[in-house]
């Protein structure tokens, strides 16, 4: 079977239907969601913290997160796999942002690019879908700005939610095929759902949007601390806790490899 594409996408808001989004990192795990039905894989910048183990998603590179999204891509068979373009890549003007998103698009196969912010990066916005590129936009707690916003905390309250309406409306007039509404008031994030023929996606902005995402290993359980919107819809940190606990009492016992394990 073929690809989800940006088609599909646009025609899934026209029927109401909602669908999910997961983020992906690696190829068993892009294979475990694909096989699952998750119609769009991110290799979000969050790679950053949950791979890399940093403590925001600003130092991450496009040299982290190409090889990545290769895997992801490999992985998968029916998913479109969107690559996060990370802090440095693509501030700096059209020409930035174009090296970039290609470098996803041909060394790793990506078939769309995700990129954080409204008015500032229309001229991005525009060149990458100009060059063929699907562009998915990220308002309201945009990771990579958070020494701006001094913390994680929940955006688009009071004034600054017409603003964030103008700039979804800018997004989607810039050609983003979607946009992603992070912690924002799920009021807000339902008003912009409505006014935008584009799909919003959220993550901690309520249940009015046409798609959610939400970080794999947040949303399995294996983050030991996790935001107020996040639903553990499983315990892997503890499955995965006790199978290296009991692989290491079986190798301590002398019970493992067992003569089925072994070569004769
Ligand atoms: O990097 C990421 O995982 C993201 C999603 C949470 C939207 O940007
Ligand atoms: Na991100």
Redesign the pocket.
């Known amino acids: 079977g073929r690809r989800v594409t940006v088609r599909d996408i646009a025609a899934a808001k026209q029927r109401h239907e909602k669908w999910p989004m997961l983020?992906a990192y690696d190829a068993l795990t892009a294979r475990v969601f694909d096989e699952a039905g998750i119609p769009v894989l991110?290799v979000?910048?969050?790679?950053a913290m949950v791979v890399y183990g940093y403590d925001s998603?600003i130092p991450v590179t496009v040299d982290d997160l190409v090889p990545l999204t290769a895997a992801v891509v490999r992985g998968s068979k029916r998913a479109m796999v969107v690559a996060?373009l990370p802090f440095g890549s693509y501030q700096t003007g059209v020409s930035e942002a174009l090296t970039s998103a290609t470098r996803f698009m041909k060394e790793a196969g990506a078939h769309a690019i995700?990129l954080e912010g409204g008015h500032r990066v229309l001229p991005q916005v525009e060149a990458l879908v100009a060059a063929g590129i699907p562009v998915m936009g990220?308002l309201g707690l945009t990771?990579q700005s958070v020494n701006v916003f001094g913390g994680y905390r929940v955006q688009g309250r009071g004034e600054s939610g017409e603003e964030l309406i103008a700039d979804a409306k800018a997004l989607e007039a810039a050609g983003a095929f979607s946009v992603?509404l992070?912690c924002v008031p799920e009021d807000l994030a339902a008003r912009v759902t409505a006014s935008l023929s584009i799909p919003t996606?959220g993550?901690g902005a309520g249940g009015g949007t046409d798609a959610q995402?939400?970080?794999w290993q947040d949303m399995a359980g294996l983050t030991p601390h996790t935001a107020k919107f996040v639903k553990k819809f499983a315990d892997v940190n503890t499955v995965l806790g006790d199978a290296a606990r009991a692989y290491a009492d079986e190798v301590v016992g002398g019970a493992y490899p067992a003569a089925e394990h072994s070569y004769k």
């Open positions: 983020t991110l979000g910048d969050s790679a998603t996060d995700k990220h990771p992603v992070e996606i993550i995402v939400l970080v």
